[in-house]
Every structure is written in structure tokens, then in C-alpha cells.
């Protein structure tokens, strides 16, 4: 018989007839005369009780049906007569698929740290933490392909492997098949690259802006999703080494189109969210912030307050607030500089434009000052920067100078340049980072814990 996904049976009238249910034990509390196991399958929250009279089946296999084992349960769905739940399933016939020895299980009934359960996080999806997390995770991603598919985008797949350096970072993981014991030289002594698996060096990318621009001046409206990879040493809460990235590149945009495109997309993510994971994050908000639903309605009904990089530097230097870190006109702002004025002065998400060029990356647009360029951060709460993007540099000569002022091997991105030979155009882009989303939207505070799998330094567990 196909079994049913807890989620409908948990919405289903109740008429007695006959279902079969799969999933998870939670916990099972055996009795003289019955049974209560709750069963979870990930689909929901909630669990599904299961009855089962205590005459009908061996007491052996009511007792392995024990926390972590994996069961299958066919009974009639009936209306519960206990609260808590709609319904439950009477048990005809309970199968052992998994079992599971209670007392080794790692997950117990009375609640984890969530330091512990990063720690076995190949068990944690099991928690409810865990599993509304993620659904929630799913959603965003499902939102955000329904979001661009919606107004004409496409998906580019843009390379993992790449022998740029998009951001002129320098912090990218080094991609070889070199034995690292004995690699290959030239006469000189250097490891000779050329003999390597691409005949080049090759890294991990740290961003897939440069190729999505390729896309956006053919096919008008592109956005990438994938994975990004960054071996800076910042371990934070907000940075991991591996993370997912959005990026929409889009022909004939100019930075205030870029804006509002931005907005209106964390607006419909949010949005859906509240739409769609109504229960999981009302478990979130109970148990790990209080303020998250507001803060998610907060975002999806006010408008995004728009100030230049040179006017938000001069409020953060007004304040006379006392930062770890004082700055100035120049300096980059730290987490701590971002989150006062989005949480303390402003009380709304901000974006801040017009950075000093020297801060920013090379393919930025110029303004005519000679000083800024054409950025756009839009800070959010508790968070500090969740999308970073620009107007791009189309002029030919402009880039090609930037990219010499700022040393950068233009070998390598003769490619890249040709777009601004043959038909360029006014664009723009940004990048959301996805697990900032993700954090904002579960109100959880360690971006360890909204990916399945973190990589951080000193940390490639699973
Ligand atoms: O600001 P970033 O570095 O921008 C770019 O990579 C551009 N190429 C984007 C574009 O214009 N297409 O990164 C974009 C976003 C940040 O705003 C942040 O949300 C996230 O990516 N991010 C990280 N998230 C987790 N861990 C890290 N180490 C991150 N670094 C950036
Ligand atoms: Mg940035």
C-alpha cells in the first residue's frame, strides 16, 4: 500500500479508513494497555500520534519502536480523542524498517545545544529545529526560481572551476590534479601549471557575476544560483567558506532599477515564506526569537531607506557611538557599523550606495566624481550586508584602465572584455547571499546552522 506524507494525513477527515504511514520515531510511551508513538517524516512539524493496543502486538515490537527507529505503521485514521492533534493512526500492523538502540541514539527527548548538534549534524535534520530550518531553506530556493521565472529571467549555470578571480580577492581555493607531493616544475623551479589538469590554475569560484554578464548581454534578464567558495580566514557567525549564491545580471538596468529589482525580490521571498511556512516559523519564533514574524512583516511593508555611502558615513561619525572600530571616508564598514544604522539609527533596512571606488571591485560604473562607483549593500537586521551588487563599468576604456590602476591580470579576462567591444550596454547585478537570507528569514543566529553541511575554517566535518 503507498504510504501517505504525514503533512496530509495530519489535514485529512478522519472517516476510518485504512492508511499506512512511514517515518521516524520521536518518542513512544508503552503502557499496561496501549502505545503512544509520535511519528515524524519531515514533511510538517507536527508529529503523527499512533495508537497501538497493546493485545494486538508482541510487547517485543512495541518496545523496538524505540526514539530513532524507522517505522511503518497501517491502521485506520481516525478522529484523535486526545488534544493536541486531529488525528491519529489506530495500528493494525507496525513493521520495524530501522531499528535503533535508544540508548545510544545521540538525539534524546529533552533538547540539545545547538553547539552539540553541529557536532552530529548528520542526526540533526531529525530535530524540529532542524526540520523547520530547512523547509523553510527550501522554500526561499523554490521562491526564488518562481520569482525570476515569473518575470522572464533565465537560469545560467555559470562554471564552479574557473581561472578568474571575479572579485580580485585573492582569498580562492586552489583547483588541482597536480600530485602535491611531487608536482611538475619548470626550468626554473616554479610548480609548471601548464601541465596541470587544465593546463592553467585553476580555482574554486568565488562568484559567477562575470560569466552571468556574458548571459545578460544575449539574453537580456539572466540570474545564477550556485555554489561560491571563499578561503578567507573570517570566522564569524555571517561568513562560511561555502556558501550559495543568487545573482541576477540584467541588460539595460541602471543602479535604480537594480534597486528596486533587489527590494521587491527580498519583499516576494520573505513574503512567500510567510505564506508557506506559517507553522514552522511560529515554532522559531516561541523558541529562538521572539521578534521574527514581526521583523518578516516589518521588511515585506516598509520601503527600503536609500542613502548614499558618503551620507551614512556621516551619520556613523555623528553618532558619536563608540565602535570597536573607528572609521572614515574611505574605510569599508564593518558588521558593527552597518547593523547601527539599519537597527539603532534608520530602524529599516538600508541600502547604501555610491561607495569610494577603492573598496569596491573593478568592474563597478564610475561616477563622474572620480571617487565613488556605482554600488549598491543593502544592509537588513541582525544581519548587516545580505546582497552586495553595482551598475557595471560598459565602457571599454574605463574598464581597461581600472583593471590596470588596480594590477589585475587582463590576460586573463580578455573574454570578459570582448562584452564591452562588441554591443555593449548600460547593466547591472548583485549577488544575495543565500544563507544571510536564510538566517534573516528562521531568526537563527549562527549561519552554521541554516546550511545542511557548513564549511568554515577548520571545519569539513561530514
Ligand atoms: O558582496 P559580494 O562579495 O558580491 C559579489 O560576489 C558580487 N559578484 C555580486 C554581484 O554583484 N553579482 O557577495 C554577495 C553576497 C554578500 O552580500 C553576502 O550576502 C554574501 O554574498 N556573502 C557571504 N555569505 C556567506 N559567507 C561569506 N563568506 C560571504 N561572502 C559574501
Ligand atoms: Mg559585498
Known sequence: MPHSKIKSLLSTSPVSQEVTSKGWVRSNRTGKNVSFIALNDGSCLANLQIVADAQKFPKELLMSAQTGACISVTGK???STGSGQPVE?????????????????????????LEFLREIAHLRFRTNTFGAVFRIRHSLAYAIHEFFHKRGF??????????????????MFRVTAMDLKNPLKTPNGDIDFAKDFFGKETYLTVSGQLEGE????????????????RAENS???RHLSEFWMIEPEMAFYDLKDNMRLAEDFLKYLIQFVLDNNKEDLEFLNKMYDSTLIEKLRFVTQNNFRHLTYTEGMDIIQKSGKKFELQIQWGSDLQSEHERFLVEEHFKTPVILTDYPKD?????MKQNED??????MDILFPGIGEIIGGSQREENYEKLVNRIREMKIDEKNLGWYLDTRRFGTCVHSGFGLGFERLVLFATGMSNIRDVIPFPRAPKEAAF
Do not use: M, W
Request: aromatic share 10%.
Open 77 to 79: 485514521l481516525v478522529a
Open 89 to 113: 493512526i489506530q495500528a493494525d500492523s507496525i513493521e520495524i524498517l530501522g531499528a535503533s538502540d535508544p540508548a545510544v541514539y545521540p538525539l534524546q527527548k529533552k533538547g540539545h545545544s
Open 154 to 171: 533565465y537560469y545560467l549555470h555559470t562554471p564552479i572551476i574557473t581561472g578568474s578571480d571575479c572579485e580580485g580577492a585573492g582569498a
Open 214 to 229: 556574458l548571459g545578460a548581454l544575449a539574453l537580456s534578464e539572466i540570474y545564477t544560483f550556485g555554489p561560491t567558495f
Open 235 to 237: 570566522n564569524t557567525t
Open 359 to 363: 573598496i569596491k571591485a573593478f568592474y
Open 370 to 375: 572620480g571617487k565613488t562607483v556605482r554600488a
